[in-house]
């Protein structure tokens, strides 16, 4: 998959320099590291820092592989 989109849809879409997800040196630990790194400037800096966290349960493994495809054709 990860060659599929790299070498495909990706070239005309580069992905966000901030997703961590199909990037290489990247992951979710990096994404996490980010994560409570900004909340720590954020508190050091008396400022507030709220986060808004959902997780759709099998949102990838219920999606039907025809609409993943027609939805990157579209992008």
Same mark, same amino acid.
């Given at each position: 998959? %990860?060659? %599929? $989109? /790299?070498? =495909?849809?990706? $070239?005309? +879409? @580069?992905?966000? @320099? ?7 040196? #990247? /992951?979710? *630990?990096?994404?996490?590291?980010? +994560? !409570?790194?900004? !909340? *720590?400037?954020? $508190?050091?800096? =008396?400022? %507030? ?14 999606? @039907?592989? !025809?609409? !993943?495809? #027609?939805? +990157?054709? *579209?992008?």
């Amino acid at each position: 998959m %990860y060659r %599929y $989109l /790299s070498d =495909g849809p990706l $070239l005309g +879409l @580069p992905i966000h @320099p901030r997703q961590h997800a199909f990037q290489t040196g #990247k /992951s979710t *630990e990096s994404a996490l590291h980010q +994560l !409570v790194g900004r !909340v *720590e400037r954020a $508190l050091d800096a =008396g400022q %507030y820092a709220l986060g808004v966290f959902f997780d759709i349960q099998g949102a990838f493994d219920n999606t @039907p592989i !025809v609409s !993943v495809l #027609k939805a +990157l054709s *579209e992008r």
